[in-house]
């Protein structure tokens, strides 16, 4: 059986799709069958997949919403062994439109019921925001990743995202786990990277993945030619990194 990993945290800029895109891609390098699932109404992980969101017939906004089928909105092998449920620019519309739906939050959920069967993994890109969209998403999900940024504010909007992840285990999914938090633009250069670590790692109750995302200027160019790092600099730091990550999230002992 599969596992659902949702990546979220509601700040903005902190390595979600970043984490989604390029865990998704060195999962897929590894043998892994993945679904990549887009729920950030922004899609940049579709983007930075080299897919056109403006030229897209279904995205998962369709699927969710009933207008096509899971089938109809999934690209299959975007890259070889990584599938994709796109968003395109109606996802912006979610938020409002799915609030009067009664299952509101197990939308998604009822929509990838048989996803576990069919991939090892499902990465799911979560917007930056604690909406029905983040919502949807930790209900789907079996465990989340929470991408953690080094820098001053970072601790700032965790204790809100834990006690969300409580909230939603109590109310809506009581199987659901934080699998890991993982450090991303990371700067040896500076002390302050490394005292954000020093200190998360000693307030945190969580398990923290050993892997450090490096800030490294191939992470931030790879999208804008479409290819996860792993395809667009497979030698860089960025690539190691996340290869690296994945083959955490594969021996996490949580699942063994
Ligand atoms: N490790 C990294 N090194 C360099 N740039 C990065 C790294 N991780 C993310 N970025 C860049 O930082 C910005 C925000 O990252 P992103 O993954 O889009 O965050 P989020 O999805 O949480 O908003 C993007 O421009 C991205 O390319
Ligand atoms: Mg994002």
New binding site residues.
Partial sequence: MGRIIAIA?Q?????????SINLAACLAEKGKKVLAIDM?PQG?MTSGLGVDRNNLEYSVYHALSGECNIGEAMLINVFENLNLLPASIELAGAEIEFAAREDNQYILKNLIKNAKKKFDFVII?CP?ALGILTVNSMTAADTVIV?IQCEFFAIDGLTQLIYTINLIRKQLNKHLEIEGVVF??FDSRTNLSIQVVDNIKNELDQLIYNTI?????R??EA?SYGLPINLYDSRSA?AQAYRELADEVINNKMFL
């Fill in positions: 945290n700040k903005g800029g902190v390595g979600k799709t970043t984490t950030d940049n890109d930056p991408p991303t633009m995302v490096p800030r490294n200027v992470l931030a999208p960025g």
